[in-house]
Nanobody, 116 residues
């Protein structure tokens, strides 16, 4: 059973940066893609970014394009989300997701708070 553990969240001022990490452990880890989502209380979970695990192609939502960078370290089974120029609207719980053909895995989430 694959487990995903996020880390790196915290409190940062507007314009600051944070780097989130998501480490996978247990089982055979071979996702098609890894994704980051975020969720604000009372709202739906929203997709942020995707990286194709084998080729490294990346995709971003319009709200973070140019500010966030998703990357991965295949050897460490870890995906990262580098976030720059953070805005209060980026405040949310961030979740990583491993997208495999027959199953998806979710981490427990890490809180990111951007103060104005």
């Amino acid at each position: 059973q694959v487990q995903l553990v996020e880390s790196g969240g915290g409190l940062v001022q507007t314009g600051g940066s944070l780097r989130l990490s998501c480490a996978a452990s247990g089982g055979t880890f071979s996702p098609y893609s890894m994704r980051w989502f975020r969720q604000v209380p009372g709202k739906e979970r929203v997709w942020v970014a995707t990286i194709i695990w084998s080729g490294g192609t990346t995709y971003y939502s319009d709200s973070v394009k140019g500010r966030f960078t998703i990357s991965r370290d295949n050897a460490k089974n870890t995906v990262y989300l580098q976030m720059k120029s953070l805005e209060p609207e980026d405040t949310a719980v961030y979740y990583c997701n491993a997208n495999e053909p027959l199953v998806q895995y979710w981490g427990q989430g890490t809180q990111v708070t951007v103060s104005s």
